[in-house]
């Protein structure tokens, strides 16, 4: 995004918060002390206490001690860094959150040193909730403001692709698909136009001529980056660089090796020797027990809540089609290479795969499907019995979706660093599910990419978020089969 633009729209949010915050306090305030007289005047409820010695004075006496313990605690917890990833309105109330917990806990320490507000629990921990609300929802309303203004183009920068392999296109989608970078897509130069497209850019695509019409085309236009994602020759290599960097154009070249072989890369240099450092792939430490706890918990109450559906579907499984059971048991690649028994509801006719052996899923199978199996498989009913697999720690929540040891062996051998999806568990929805679910069946190189991108990415909060999205994507039933 402009940063000038991004800048205001901070200012924006801080502007929207020192107006917020007073109307916060005296909410809670009035929620403590005077709810009584509410319930008496409008319900007609008159055993209530009502506080008659507590006044709103005292409180807003220290309003400015608390806007700069809040400013300061806001500023910590990331609310005013600007948030570009996956709904990156998940982002902005997780850091609300984190900032709104820490001026909580400041300020309850400071009422015990000083004396600037009443310290009354009830309206520090009613500030707290409140906070998080009101402050949630003001950005978030500001987030979809930008998102108008990215949409007019008034603040966003122009972009085009050199190049139209697969990583080109990987840079094409997240233009596409992550709004919030503040990157518009203006089109692609490559040798020649691409034999395949990534699904989600099928119908945004755009190819604007070969490689060697590009200094042409961009001498005069008002094209703010460019990515190229594949070797140039270096007359053109040269013309390039020299012309971004007087024409003050933002020049990225992808690093194939880097998306392999690191989880960060950095550039440094040494008494005036630059240099591209590569660190360690995966660091997990002890950040993967947080994932377990996280699996086990939402693995209970996903089985608690939809325990009513799970034996619906399994009775209607077995009266369809009563020769075989309504839960069947493959052999799947987990971590580490350990083959493990993965469960799933059957959505097809008994040995379905009896004369073709193991084969990849698609559209035209659909006559091997039970009456009903298509339905269960448009709303990934099918793969409810997963959260058995999560409890036994076969699999996890969110990860890369686990393949039959048959496609593995294969997929080893064609595809660079397949296994190294193997480093994490495998998961009943992931990062590649939400991008494209069965239209990467028969794509496993993009699909791997996608999951090597979210084990070297990980956090809870994007779990969070993919799970999210994955709920959104089966409601509407898109791109299953």
Not at 193 to 205: E, G, R, S
Not at 456 to 477: H, P, Q, Y
Request: charged share 20%; with cysteine.
């Amino acid at each position: 995004m402009n940063p000038v633009y991004c800048k205001r729209f901070i200012t924006v949010r801080v502007i929207l918060d020192l107006l917020l915050f007073p109307f916060v306090l005296i909410l809670s305030y009035s929620f403590k002390f005077k709810i009584g007289w509410l319930f008496q005047n409008w319900f007609n409820i008159q055993d209530v206490v009502i506080y008659e010695s507590a006044q709103i004075e005292p409180y807003l006496s220290g309003i400015l001690y608390l806007l700069i313990i809040w400013g300061v605690s806001f500023y910590y917890g990331g609310v005013y860094r600007y948030p570009s990833d996956i709904m990156p309105e998940v982002d902005e109330i997780v850091s609300i959150i984190k900032g709104v917990s820490l001026a909580t806990f400041l300020v309850m320490a400071l009422t015990f040193i000083i004396s600037f507000m009443p310290g009354s629990r009830y309206v520090i921990f009613y500030m707290w909730f409140f906070g998080i609300i009101l402050f949630s929802l003001g950005h978030y309303c500001i987030y979809h403001f930008q998102l108008y203004y990215y949409r007019l183009g008034k603040c966003v920068k122009k972009a085009i692709v050199v190049g139209e392999d697969e990583f080109a296109q990987d840079i094409i989608e997240r233009m596409i698909t992550v709004p919030s970078l503040g990157i518009k897509y203006y089109g692609t130069y490559s040798d020649k136009y691409p034999d395949t497209l990534h699904f989600t850019i099928q119908n945004k695509f755009k190819w604007l001529g070969k490689i060697e019409k590009l200094m042409t085309h961009l001498e005069g236009s008002k094209i703010d980056i460019v990515f190229v994602s594949q070797p140039l020759d270096e007359s053109i290599k040269t013309l390039l660089i020299d012309y971004c960097s007087h024409a003050n154009i933002e020049l990225n070249f992808f690093s194939k090796e880097a998306f392999y072989y690191s989880n960060r890369l950095s550039v440094k240099e040494i008494d005036g020797v630059p240099f591209v450092s590569y660190h360690s792939l995966f660091e997990w430490r002890w950040t993967h027990y947080i994932k377990r706890v996280f699996d086990i918990v939402a693995a209970i109450l996903g089985l608690l809540i939809l325990l009513p559906l799970l034996m619906g579907i399994a009775v209607w499984i077995k009266c369809i089609s009563p020769q075989g059971t309504s839960i069947y048991k493959q052999d799947r690649v987990g971590k580490d290479g350990q083959i493990f028994s993965f469960y799933k509801f059957r959505t097809m006719i008994p040995n379905a795969e009896e004369e073709t052996g193991p084969i990849w899923v698609s559209e035209e199978q659909d006559d091997r499907c039970i009456k009903g199996g298509f339905f269960l498989r448009k709303y990934s009913l099918d793969e409810l019995p997963q959260l058995v697999n999560v409890i036994k720690g076969d699999m996890s929540i969110v990860g890369p979706r686990p393949e039959r040891p048959f496609f593995v062996a294969q997929l080893s051998e064609k595809i660079p660093y397949y296994n190294l999806r193997h480093k994490m568990k495998g998961g009943i929805t992931g990062w590649a599910q939400i991008n494209g679910r069965s239209a990467l069946t028969r794509n496993p190189q993009h699909k791997a990419k996608y999951d090597l991108f979210y084990i070297k990415n990980w956090t809870i909060v994007w779990d969070i978020k993919i799970i999210l999205k994955t709920i959104l994507i089966v409601i509407k039933g898109e791109n299953a089969y």
